[in-house]
């Protein structure tokens, strides 16, 4: 049988839930477990890789697989030791393998559209220090009116799938919507975009439709955007940062339904009574609004 790698672990380790306050659509608090996310740093040879961001379950083999499937190690049997240390976040393996070009191969490397393997996370953090967004406060009915307009968007995920959706939006408009097969993909196409026009963010909305970890509030944080929507969960790492950047947070947003996890100062509770029959008031202003605009370019158009 091939020697198998020695794995060397601290006695530190990881919590995989945590609980969080958070608020409802109705006003009422409830206790919600969200899923931890941790940064573990990556050394080859004592080379620095990536830091990827995990729950940290099963992190030796997280990390020996993804080298592998990076081209970065290929025989297991010269592997000598793995170490996995929580109190420093990082996992240090030792091989006999030739890493001298592993430089050159890292310069080439592709970050690629999946989740969880953000490279920024240690230099980006440094730079938000100190950094305060607004705080805006916002009527529960403008976001009811903004997720009512962000149900007309997502065109490609309505005909294909496996893709995520993201906008800035200003009140109950959509200022631009993008998908992508990343959800940081798509953000970063976003952030480009405000760039390139010349416009901030501190009177913005991000939606993304995919999880709030830590990497999707950082970016939105660079972007001066002060509140994020979603209507995926939330992470631990993702919670505790839009805490310490005062990011509004709201989750599991769809239909009438919501979730605030930071920020619920900010959120004016407007809409009393029955939020089934304040949906059916809702289609019915829409309907009346989009009758009317009908009438109005039929008007023109005589």
Known sequence: MNP???????????????????MDEYGDMMTKEIACEHPLTVYLNWVEVVTLMTLGERPSA???????????????????????????????????????????KLEKKTVTS?????????????KLEGVTLPQPQLPQSQLYGL?????????????????????????????????????????????????LAGQTGEDKIFYTTGRLT??????????????????SGATQMGYELAQKLGITMIARAKG??????????????DIKGNLDE???????????????KGNDKNGDNQ
């Open 4 to 22: 198998l790698p020695k794995i060397i672990k601290t006695n530190a380790s990881v919590k995989q839930t945590m609980t969080v306050d958070i």
């Open 62 to 104: 997280l990390v020996l697989g993804y080298l592998k499937n990076q081209g970065l190690i290929a025989d297991l049997e010269s592997i000598e030791s793995v170490i996995i240390d929580w109190d420093t976040n990082s996992a240090a393996v030792i091989t006999k393998e030739d890493t001298g070009n592993l430089a050159k």
């Open 114 to 126: 999946g989740c969880g393997q953000g490279t920024m996370f240690g230099n980006v953090m440094k």
């Open 147 to 195: 997720l009512e307009s962000l149900t007309h968007h997502n065109e490609t995920y309505k005909a294909a799938g496996a893709v995520h959706g993201c906008a800035v939006c200003k009140g109950t408009e959509i200022v631009s919507f993008v998908e992508d097969v990343g959800r940081h993909n798509a953000v970063d196409t976003l952030a480009g975009e405000l760039w």
């Open 214 to 231: 830590s990497e999707m509030v950082i970016k939105v944080a660079q972007m001066g955007i002060p509140i994020l929507l979603s209507r």
């Open 256 to 269: 009438h339904r919501f979730q605030v996890y930071n920020g619920m100062q900010n959120l004016i509770l």
């Open 278 to 292: 304040q949906a059916k008031s809702f289609k019915l202003k829409d309907s009346k609004r989009a009758s009317d």
